[in-house]
Every structure is written in C-alpha cells, then in structure tokens.
C-alpha cells in the first residue's frame, strides 16, 4: 500500500500512494502530506482536456504559461498552484467539474484542498482575479492551437481573446515538470 511518512493518526477516508510515497487521504488533506515534487510530477503527466486534444499537453505546462501570463509581481505562485489539486483529484472536464450530479461534491472536496495546498504554501486562499482571467485566455488559447474542431465551448469565450502567441507543447519527457520545479523555487525564493 506504500510507505506511511504521517504519524499513525486516525485519518478519515481512505488514501492512496503519491509519486513520492507518501499516504494521501483525498478527504482528509494535511499540509504534511502535500510536496511540491508530487504537485509536479502528477501534473506534467495528466492531459488537459480528458486527453482530447491533438497532442498530449499537459495541466503543469497549462499552470507554468499561466504564471507567466499573469502581470508581474501580481499573483504568478497561485497561478502556478491554481490547479494544484487536481495533482491529487485529477483533471476533470468542466461539464462534470460543473455539472449538477457530480460537481456539487466534487467542487466542495476540491476546495478543501485547494485551501489546504494554498496554507501550505502561503499562498492566498481567495483567488487573484488576475489568475482567473489569465486561465481563461489561456484555455481560449489552447483550444484555438490544440483542439481539432471550432465548437463553442460557452458564451464566455467570448470574453477572453487568445493570445497572439500560438502554444506549441513540449513533450512529454520530464522537462515540464522540471520546469515546474524550478519555477516554483524562483516564486518562493
């Protein structure tokens, strides 16, 4: 089942082994059991899109463009964490992240770990309008370079123009994730 690094505490749920070995409990998350290098790791190996785009890019390189794109000195170590939880939740699609069946329990989960994730790091627990916006040109983004079709996804795409730039993924080969590291060592230097 993997090496227990926690005290033995009673914990509630059930867990599962991370990259670096430590037991993490979904429904109960403590700063203790959250590391970076598993932030990074599951990350740059989990697909945006539920893997429907045309080449693997990853929810790391999607986090790392972000925290470049926010203005600077604004908010770049949240942008960087803003999908941290899905290291641990993965990347769900938007239509059941959102929907009515499943989206009410699996936001509120989600939220508790974000919360955690942000306290371990020190980052603010209420988001920066500024990441927000920044996602969202960079989804815009990636649709326009990454996705085979010109559906709508919603009217609020209407609102986030793509950026000039077209986003080119790196492979999948360890680079993202060690980009990944050294970015966040650069943001809490």
Not at 165 to 181: N, S
Request: glycine share 6%; aromatic share 10%; with cysteine.
């Amino acid at each position: 089942m993997g090496t227990d690094k926690q005290n033995p505490v009673e914990r509630d749920g059930v867990w599962f082994e991370t990259f670096s070995g430590v037991k993490f409990y979904p429904l109960d998350p403590r700063p203790e059991d959250i590391l970076i290098e598993d932030i990074a790791h599951a990350l740059s190996n989990q697909c945006r899109f539920a893997g429907q785009s045309r080449v693997h890019y990853s929810v790391a390189e999607h986090s790392l463009r972000v925290s470049h794109y926010v203005p600077q000195g604004c908010c770049p170590l949240q942008a960087l964490l803003h999908d941290a939880s899905e290291a641990y939740l993965v990347d769900l699609p938007s239509p059941i992240k959102y929907g009515t069946i499943l989206g009410g329990e699996y936001r509120i989960i989600e939220e508790v770990l974000m919360g955690t994730i942000y306290r371990k790091f020190g980052v603010p627990e209420k988001e920066c309008p500024h990441v927000h916006v920044a996602d969202k040109i960079m989804a815009v983004t990636e649709k326009r370079d990454l996705m085979n079709s010109d559906v709508l996804w919603g009217d609020w795409v209407k609102e986030f123009p793509p950026m000039r730039t077209k986003i080119i993924p790196r492979p999948c080969d360890g680079r993202v994730e060690k980009m990944f590291l050294k970015r966040f060592k650069e943001l809490t230097k």
